[in-house]
């Protein structure tokens, strides 16, 4: 597993040849500025929450890459309204895919899109894979759940 830090809370993972961004807030970034999106590989776009600051290069590098949107089911159907593909998941929820198993977790903040639109539950992610594991906490206040 090799993970890139892209600045705020933007992340770069290569996991099982896939490569997985998480909450790509770049281009609105200045301490990123040196990071051209049309460069970045992406089969797979994480997305704890809804906040600009989380999302805001999302669409343009899914249509671009075709890759796969994993969020809640309000931001995966947001997406998917915009013919990007998309993964819906719930709270305690899993999934295998195929760089490995993704379990959504809680979160403790708030989730809505720019727009004003709701983006649904706020969530983190665990990435279990042959090697390594990692937690995305995404924006959460501390919890119960991280014991």
């Known amino acids: 597993m090799k993970?890139?830090?892209?600045?705020h809370a933007s992340l770069g993972i290569e996991v099982g040849g896939k490569h997985i961004l998480v909450d790509p807030f770049i281009t609105g970034?200045?301490?990123?500025?040196?990071?051209?999106?049309?460069t970045l590989?992406?089969?797979y776009i994480l997305l704890t929450h809804a906040h600009g600051d989380h999302i805001l290069d999302a669409e343009a590098i899914a249509k671009r890459t075709d890759a796969t949107i994993v969020s809640n089911?309000?931001?995966?159907?947001?997406y998917?309204?915009?013919?990007?593909k998309a993964h819906p998941m719930n709270?305690?929820?899993?999934?295998?895919?195929?760089?490995?198993?993704?379990?959504?977790?809680?979160?403790?903040?708030?989730?809505?899109?720019?727009d004003g639109s709701y983006g649904g539950n706020p969530g983190g992610f665990v990435i279990e894979s042959e090697h390594k594991n990692i937690?995305?906490?995404?924006?959460?206040?501390?919890?119960?759940?991280m014991k």
């Open 73 to 78: 089911a309000e931001i995966a159907s947001y």
């Open 91 to 114: 709270h305690g929820g899993s999934w295998q895919f195929d760089f490995g198993k993704v379990r959504y977790v809680n979160a403790i903040h708030s989730s809505s899109f720019p």
């Open 29 to 38: 970034n200045p301490k990123a500025s040196a990071i051209d999106i049309n």
């Open 135 to 145: 937690y995305i906490a995404g924006d959460t206040a501390l919890t119960y759940d």
């Open 80 to 84: 998917a309204q915009r013919e990007i």
């Open 41 to 43: 590989k992406a089969d």
């Open 3 to 7: 993970i890139t830090y892209f600045g």
